[in-house]
Nanobody, 124 residues
Framework: QVQLVESGGGLVQPGGSLKLSCAAS????????MGWFRQAPGKEREFVAT????????SYANFVMGRFTISRDNAKNTVHLQMNALKLEDTAVYFC?????????????????WGQGTQVTVSS
């Protein structure tokens, strides 16, 4: 059974940084792309970033380009999301997810399993 456990969320001021982590178990981790999505209050869940199973390819939503960096450690079955220059509009619950495929994936239907989410609040 695949399990994904996120950590690292919290309260941060605008312009600050946070690093989210996701520990995965129950799968051959390096065989699958991983992704981060987020859901703000009253809004639909949206794609943030994805990384291929090998870690060589990444893709980002336009609104985080240049501010967020996704990475993975296949030896430790973990994926990270480094978030810099945070804005008020980045406030959301952030979800870690594993794709059905090894390549990068930006569509929600390409993802099979989801973590419970971690809250990120950007506020002054």
């Amino acid at each position: 059974q695949v399990q994904l456990v996120e950590s690292g969320g919290g309260l941060v001021q605008p312009g600050g940084s946070l690093k989210l982590s996701c520990a995965a178990s129950g799968l051959t981790f390096g065989s699958y792309a991983m992704g981060w999505f987020r859901q703000a209050p009253g809004k639909e869940r949206e794609f943030v970033a994805t990384i291929s199973g090998s870690g060589f390819s990444t893709s980002y939503a336009n609104f985080v380009m240049g501010r967020f960096t996704i990475s993975r450690d296949n030896a430790k079955n973990t994926v990270h999301l480094q978030m810099n220059a945070l804005k008020l509009e980045d406030t959301a619950v952030y979800f870690c997810t594993v794709a059905n495929i090894p390549n990068t994936a930006i569509e929600e239907h390409e993802y099979a399993n989801w973590g419970q989410g971690t809250q990120v609040t950007v506020s002054s």
